[in-house]
């Protein structure tokens, strides 16, 4: 098998401490999957939600697949003259998801609330999350059906163009040759 591709919707969280007294809190994400690290746009904390919406994907070969074993999500707090500040974390372990998806060809988990764990080892809030993991084999098959399906429409619409130039053809002749006969 040549790999795997893990596509991570990032929904938004729910419930994580406003760190702000006044205004409000900008909220970001850092996604790391083994070497692989994403950073999410930044969602205004209102009313204790932020909204992302945002997909990402992690595509490797099926040798690393086997080493990884975890999706950490660090959320942050975007901070005027700093680099941010910690909020908390959500670790998702993809153990059973790599193994059913590698078994299956494919395997999606709907978007799910995951506790996000503070800095003192409390849960405060959920990230709401949702994971789909594709194998390559699974990828390369999908495309060869669709090519294939593409080549014999492409066939199809070709002989149906061709029997209609040729039936307009024999109506033209036809139409000019009895048009002919009818002239004095």
């Known amino acids: 098998m040549k ?3 893990l596509e991570v919707l990032l929904v938004n969280a729910e419930g ?3 760190k702000h007294l006044v205004g409000r ?3 970001y994400v850092f996604i ?3 070497e692989h690290l994403y950073r999410s746009k930044i969602s205004s904390g209102e009313d204790e939600k932020a909204w992302w919406n ?3 994907t992690f595509e490797f070969p099926m040798s690393d697949w086997k080493k990884l074993t975890h999706l950490k999500f660090r959320i942050m707090n975007r901070q005027l003259f700093s680099d941010g500040e910690f909020v908390g974390e959500t670790i998702i372990y993809l153990g059973g998801i790599i193994t059913e998806g590698c078994d299956r ?3 999606e988990v709907k978007p799910g609330p995951y506790n996000v764990v ?3 080892d409390t849960y405060r809030g959920q990230l709401k999350i949702g994971l789909k993991f594709i194998s390559k084999k699974n990828v390369i098959e999908k495309t060869q059906e669709h090519i294939t399906e593409e080549h014999n429409r492409s066939t199809e619409c070709g002989r149906i163009v061709h029997l209609w130039r040729t039936l307009w ?3 033209s002749f036809f139409y000019s040759r009895d048009s002919n006969k009818t002239q004095p």
């Open 16 to 18: 994580i401490r406003h």
């Open 118 to 120: 503070l800095e003192d």
């Open 105 to 107: 060809g494919f395997l």
């Open 54 to 56: 945002e997909k990402f």
């Open 3 to 5: 790999g795997g591709i």
């Open 169 to 171: 053809w024999w109506s």
């Open 25 to 27: 809190s900008d909220y």
């Open 32 to 34: 790391e999957c083994g």
